[in-house]
């Protein structure tokens, strides 16, 4: 391992909501637009201009005696910090696990290898956290060049590239909505149990009792806004993966049934689109006509809705009127499946 003198550490600030880094790191690069900070009162001077950058930092792990670079990006960079500060809403937005609680406040049987560390699963990184009451830390330093671009060391990106949001007013009706979730699938269990009781078993109303606590729960699971387009950003979120990623393969993903609601004013149900899921997908212009014949057949049908292509394939379906020819269309779908575009001949335009 490689040491040198710029030593500093990584602080976890509970009330940070973006990492924040100082002259104690190595700049890889900054963004063009610039952020205003603010303090914890409004009292405090707002620093003006601060950059938005990508940053690392060395981390000599005692127990492997390996060095890893921790890259953070969509931080700010702040020169006159001497430490560095830690979101960990950002680390954890990015898949990392931080177990920020210190060992001194568990119990014994709660203490394990991975309490009170960071983690991040995928390139087997584990960083111990110290605790300077009321504040948890680690060690860090800053890298050489040479140590950036060494393949000996690995380096982790412990926040994403995407440009972070810190804010989010739908995030608030999640939670809650999850609790919810946690709420009613403990009611659900509970209801259960009192069910194997003996005695409620034995009284269909004390069932029913049990059973009409859990009506009118589901109402609060609902969500706000309309997430009916999925944007490159929420993708390389998930993946933990790169804009660019996520855009070339929202590219290359089949979307079916769109529904657009940028145009839609107030409140509007729309019916759900598993119904045309189901059914296979035919790549392929399907033309449709009704035909009807000289009289009325032994089973009543008086006409016939005749879907054809232009490959000289053709399907009919017998109807008994004429109106009735958009059941057929079921009937299509299942046997055939879900053309790319269906036109009538014109007389049903």
């Given at each position: ?16 909501n ?13 963004y ?16 003006k ?13 005692v ?16 020169p ?93 009706q ?31 109303f ?51 049934a ?14 759900p ?28 049908n ?29 009937n ?18």
């Amino acid at each position: 391992m490689a040491t040198t003198s710029c030593g500093s550490r990584c602080e976890l600030d509970s009330h940070a909501n973006t990492c924040a880094f100082g002259r104690r790191c190595r700049v890889l690069h900054t963004y063009s637009h610039t952020l205003n900070v603010t303090g914890f009162h409004s009292s405090m001077e707002t620093l003006k201009n601060v950059h938005v950058a990508c940053v690392c930092v060395a981390y000599d792990c005692v127990s492997t005696m390996s060095t890893y670079i921790l890259v953070f990006d969509q931080c700010l960079y702040i020169p006159s910090l001497d430490v560095n500060l830690l979101c960990v809403d950002q680390l954890r937005d990015h898949g990392l696990k931080v177990n920020d609680v210190p060992l001194i406040r568990l119990s014994a049987d709660e203490r394990t290898n991975e309490s009170h560390s960071i983690m991040c699963k995928e390139t087997g990184l584990h960083v111990p956290l110290d605790f300077d009451k009321p504040i948890s830390y680690f060690k860090c330093r800053v890298p050489t060049p040479d140590e950036v671009e060494s393949t000996h060391n690995t380096t982790v990106n412990m926040t994403s590239s995407v440009k972070w949001e810190p804010y989010d007013e739908n995030t608030n009706q999640m939670d809650e909505n999850i609790r919810q979730q946690i709420l009613l699938k403990r009611r659900k269990i509970d209801t259960l149990s009192s069910y194997s009781n003996p005695y409620v078993s034995s009284c269909p109303f004390a069932l029913s009792q049990l059973l009409s606590n859990t009506k009118g729960k589901i109402s609060s699971v609902r969500t706000n806004g309309k997430s009916y387009i999925i944007k490159p950003e929420q993708p390389a979120r998930r993946w933990r993966t790169s804009l660019d990623c996520a855009t070339r393969t929202l590219d290359k993903t089949e979307k079916r049934a769109l529904r657009d609601w940028t145009r839609v004013k107030g409140d509007r149900r729309f019916r759900p689109t598993q119904l045309q899921l189901r059914y296979p997908r035919v790549n392929c212009v399907i033309y449709c006509d009704v035909k009807f014949g000289p009289c009325r057949s032994l089973e009543g049908n008086t006409c016939l809705a005749v879907y054809a292509t232009k490959f000289q394939w053709v399907k009919a379906y017998a109807l008994t009127e004429e109106k009735q020819v958009h059941q057929s269309l079921t009937n299509l779908f299942r046997d055939v499946g879900f053309p790319s575009a269906l036109i009538p001949d014109s007389a049903y335009h």
